[in-house]
């Protein structure tokens, strides 16, 4: 486990918090060519360490799952999230069904049960959140990286934790 890896509940929680109420995420996907990200909104279900996304098969990152499944999603708010995972392609009509909504309608011009629709199902491994809330713990913490110290213990903005 990486130097400052934290694993407790309190830390999972506050993961879940800091993403509830974002909508959109950055989903990053690796290519031959290199990382791609693109906005994808997470999927309104309780978070218990997955994540899940619609979209529709013909696409790009669906080829770029099945090549490596490894991939990151960046929450971005008033704190911010970065979540390490793997992705798996899910085809679960009834998921779908439960899923679905008329925005989805509107925007993949389809409905759920069109086959070119999918799940991608981020099975999560590590989450890397700074919390902005304190602007004196922010502002210390910026100033310490611009001269050249790290910041230490309870003084430094972001934690990594282990959400297994």
Avoid: C
Wanted: no cysteine; net charge negative.
């Amino acid at each position: 486990m990486a130097n400052g890896t934290v694993v407790n509940q309190e830390a999972v929680e506050t993961v879940k918090e800091i993403i509830k109420d974002i909508e959109t995420a950055m989903f990053s996907t690796i290519s031959e060519g290199g990382i791609n990200a693109r906005p994808m909104q997470t999927q309104d279900i309780e978070f218990d360490g997955d994540l899940w996304f619609l979209t529709k098969r013909d696409t790009s990152k669906y080829e770029e799952i099945l090549a490596n499944p490894n991939v990151n999603v960046a929450y971005v708010g008033k704190s911010y999230v970065s979540i390490r995972g793997k992705a798996e392609v899910v085809d679960d009509l009834e998921k779908k069904k439960a899923l679905w909504n008329a925005a989805y309608e509107k925007f993949l011009q389809t409905s759920y049960d069109d086959p070119n629709i999918i799940l991608i199902k981020v099975d999560t491994d590590t989450a890397e959140y700074w919390e902005t809330g304190n602007k004196t713990k922010t502002v210390k913490a910026f100033f310490k990286k611009m001269v050249g110290q790290e910041p230490k213990g309870d003084s430094d903005i972001n934690k990594t934790v282990d959400l297994h």
